[in-house]
């Protein structure tokens, strides 16, 4: 079933760019970058789980080792999920909070000054453009399914 609408495809979008959008390969490919810095992430937890919990303790989090393990069986397994198209729902939305509470928590440039206030705030800004791409994924994803 046609992601795109027919009229979105035939007045507003060029043919090609449509079936290129409009495309499995091409959704996949998507959904695999904008999952690929929870899965290095959850990546670096599992294969240097001392650094992990140095992060936790870093951001005052404890016991580290399980907010080590809560935090790569997050980014791991909701990423799989959300590559997989499968309960994409329910994987955005977990990326998405896990986001905003790193985000939260390791971004707070209001108590930053000078020029790492501008680095700080433009990742937090960024990180928030990440989970509208989480509800993005989620809207192509319900579309995506069969009607009725």
Same mark, same amino acid.
């Given at each position: 079933?046609?992601?795109?609408?027919?009229?979105?495809?035939?007045?507003?979008?060029?043919?090609?760019?449509?079936?290129? +959008?409009?495309?499995? &390969? *091409?959704? $996949?490919? #998507?959904?695999?970058? %904008?999952? !690929?810095?929870?899965?290095?992430?959850?990546?670096?937890?599992?294969?240097?789980?001392?650094?992990?919990?140095?992060?936790?303790?870093?951001?005052?989090?404890?016991?580290?080792?399980?907010?080590? +393990?809560?935090?790569? &069986? *997050?980014? $791991?397994? #909701?990423?799989?999920? %959300?590559? !997989?198209?499968?309960?994409?729902?329910?994987?955005?939305?977990?990326?998405?909070?896990?986001?905003?509470?790193?985000?939260?928590?390791?971004?707070?440039?209001?108590?930053?000054?000078?020029?790492?206030?501008?680095?700080?705030?433009?990742?937090?800004?960024?990180?928030?453009?990440?989970?509208?791409?989480?509800?993005?994924?989620?809207?192509?994803?319900?579309?995506?399914?069969?009607?009725?």
């Amino acid at each position: 079933m046609p992601l795109l609408d027919e009229y979105a495809t035939s007045r507003e979008t060029p043919g090609p760019i449509a079936r290129l +959008l409009d495309n499995g &390969v *091409t959704l $996949l490919i #998507a959904r695999i970058w %904008l999952t !690929l810095p929870f899965l290095a992430g959850g990546l670096m937890k599992l294969i240097d789980w001392r650094s992990g919990e140095a992060e936790m303790l870093h951001f005052g989090l404890h016991p580290a080792w399980l907010f080590n +393990l809560a935090s790569l &069986v *997050t980014q $791991l397994g #909701a990423s799989l999920l %959300l590559i !997989l198209n499968r309960r994409v729902w329910l994987a955005a939305g977990a990326l998405g909070v896990f986001t905003v509470i790193a985000t939260l928590l390791a971004h707070r440039f209001w108590e930053v000054t000078g020029p790492e206030r501008i680095g700080e705030q433009n990742s937090f800004l960024e990180h928030w453009s990440i989970c509208a791409g989480f509800v993005l994924v989620t809207v192509v994803a319900l579309r995506g399914r069969p009607r009725g």
